[in-house]
């Protein structure tokens, strides 16, 4: 069945610093790939998306490249900032519409000023 | 964005009650909701999926004589976790979907219910 796997956390930055958070994922066909990102308090938000191999995703300076070869697609972000501080998920539906989602266990990031 | 709120968000109950919660869509119609549960350190789990009107959709291993799901309206679900127990102890989060154009099919997820069985 479809899996996705990501890095445990937690992971904790200073303000700036470069961010990854390794996703790779097992699934029979061509599935969409997406990131989540839950702040304290609140739901989970789509961050950004990939529906096809080679096809990069990108919201609020996050990046993400859905690499067919070595089923991946791993977050990232140049400088990160205290108001990143949240969990990230990644997750995959065989569907583009993001039907049955498959989610990661989450990786919580914490940004220090 | 779209909105979800999920009732109540945190609720402690007896084990052999049953405990009802709430997903509303409060800005726009959801012709889909889904319930997920997430146990700590672990993924979200999709339990089951139901479209406005008729009976939901359940995953492989969740008992729907257990879970009571309930899509009434557009904008409500329930789920109901009958004769709790403490193995039902968990964080239910729900999604909603809309056929509003622009949504893309995205799912908007509410910010979840912990329930805890004594």
């Known amino acids: 069945g479809n899996s996705v796997t990501q890095m445990e956390g937690p992971v904790t930055l200073s303000e700036e610093a470069f961010l990854t958070i390794n996703c790779t994922y097992t699934a029979t066909g061509y599935p969409s790939l997406f990131w989540y990102v839950q702040y304290p308090g609140e739901g989970l938000q789509l961050l950004l998306k990939?529906?096809?191999?080679?096809d990069k995703g990108s919201n609020k300076g996050f990046e993400a490249t859905y690499r067919k070869e070595t089923t991946s697609f791993h977050l990232e972000k140049g400088s990160v900032q205290v108001s990143d501080s949240a969990v990230y998920f990644c997750a995959l539906s065989d569907w583009g519409g993001s039907e049955k989602l498959v989610f990661g266990k989450g990786t919580k990031l914490t940004v220090n000023p | 964005g779209a909105v979800v709120s999920q009732h109540p968000s945190w609720v402690i109950c007896k084990s052999g009650t049953s405990v009802k919660i709430e997903c509303r869509s409060l800005?726009?119609?959801?012709?889909?909701m889904f319930w997920y549960r997430q146990f700590p350190k672990q993924s979200l789990m999709l339990m089951a999926t139901?479209?406005?009107?008729?009976?939901?959709?359940?995953e492989q291993g969740v008992e729907k004589d257990k879970f009571l799901i309930n899509h009434a309206s557009l904008t409500l679900s329930t789920l109901t976790v009958t004769s709790a127990h403490p193995e039902d102890s968990s964080f239910y989060i729900c999604?909603?979907?809309?056929?509003?154009?622009?949504?893309?099919?995205?799912?908007?997820f509410g910010p979840g219910t912990r329930l805890t069985v004594l």
């Open positions: 800005d726009f119609q959801a012709t889909t």
């Open positions: 139901s479209n406005e009107g008729s009976k939901a959709t359940y």
């Open positions: 999604s909603a979907r809309g056929f509003a154009s622009g949504f893309n099919n995205e799912q908007f």
């Open positions: 990939a529906t096809k191999a080679d």
